[in-house]
């Protein structure tokens, strides 16, 4: 059987490591905050945000709560971005993807400062990422890093396969993974819906992130013994119990874990790492915009 990699329980750690950050920056005057903005037709999102901002109200990070509705014109997002990135008082910002059919979200992305850009999607921050000089590192595979780090599992000459080449997962987390610094030095491959003969790359992998978004989509049979195995994916799938659904990953945990030598399970795996570096990087931001200097876990 497979060691079960307990997102919580890192993440947990890492509040604790980033709650004195805070608390520096309080005394110097200089309480974090994010301000999230949320314009969705997806009614998950607003349980994410909301998840987001209690994760930063427990740590004393202020949670800046803007809601535009969905058939607004793209210009009252515009100006509400406008708006916080000239407020001196904010950090950061995080406008909440999908956003309405109707906005560009690569524009939305472009008029975010990116000095206040947390997610780390704006194109001069992805930019430094790729060059190798990232200044805020996009929070899914950060936290996958640190889940790694903090599990033990170096990167360094293995080969990580992942599936899927998503902006907020795949493309930089492949960038992660070749970097030359702690947690990449890794031969990576990057697969998508058009790789051909998927298994045969997926079983060359000692570390594999799925982020696919579809259910259960890796098996068993797809791994080989041994290898590492990190489910990005949450997806609802119809349940024969009291809420009518249930949460599964883009992994078959049940033929995974038999191959596996460490899997995260979905729920409490990679989600709270990925909650846990939003935090992070909040942090960061009001440590650079201060100048006052905070240890960062
Ligand atoms: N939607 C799903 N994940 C994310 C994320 O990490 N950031 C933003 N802004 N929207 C998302």
């Known amino acids: ?56 109200e427990e740590l004393g990070i202020n949670a800046r709560d803007i809601e535009i509705g969905v058939d607004e014109p793209a210009e009252e997002l515009f100006e509400t971005i406008a708006e916080l990135n000239d407020e001196d008082d904010v950090d950061g910002i995080l406008v909440q993807s999908p956003v309405a059919d109707h906005v560009d979200y690569r524009e939305v992305l472009e008029r975010i400062d990116p000095e206040k850009d947390v997610d780390g999607f704006h194109p001069a921050n992805v930019g430094r990422l790729v060059a190798g000089y990232p200044r805020y590192k996009p929070c899914t595979p950060h936290g996958i890093q640190k889940l790694l780090e903090a599990e033990g599992i170096d990167t360094e000459g293995k080969d990580a396969v992942v599936v899927g080449r998503s902006r907020i997962v795949g493309k930089p987390m492949a960038n992660l993974f070749i970097q030359k610094a702690p947690g990449g030095n890794a031969t990576t491959t990057v697969c998508h ?37 990190i489910d990005v994916g949450i997806n609802r799938v119809d349940a024969d119990n009291e809420k009518g659904y249930e949460l599964v990953g883009d992994v078959d945990f049940e033929s995974a874990s038999e191959k596996a030598s460490a899997i995260t399970p979905v729920p409490g795996g990679v989600g709270p790492m990925t909650r846990a570096m939003l935090l992070y990087n909040t942090v960061k931001a009001a440590s650079r915009h201060s100048g006052v200097d905070v240890a960062l876990p």
């Open 193 to 229: 819906s058009r790789t051909d003969d998927l298994a045969e790359k997926t079983r060359q992998a000692d570390i594999l992130v799925a982020a696919t978004g579809v259910p259960e989509f890796i098996d068993g049979s797809m791994l080989s013994e041994g290898v590492v195995v």
């Open 1 to 56: 059987m497979s060691d079960l990699i307990d997102g919580e329980a890192v993440a947990a750690d890492l509040r604790a490591e980033l709650q004195s950050a805070v608390d520096t920056l309080a005394d110097a005057d200089h309480r974090p905050t994010l301000a999230t903005v949320l314009m969705s037709p997806d009614p998950a999102s607003e349980t994410y945000v909301s998840m987001k901002q209690n994760d930063c």
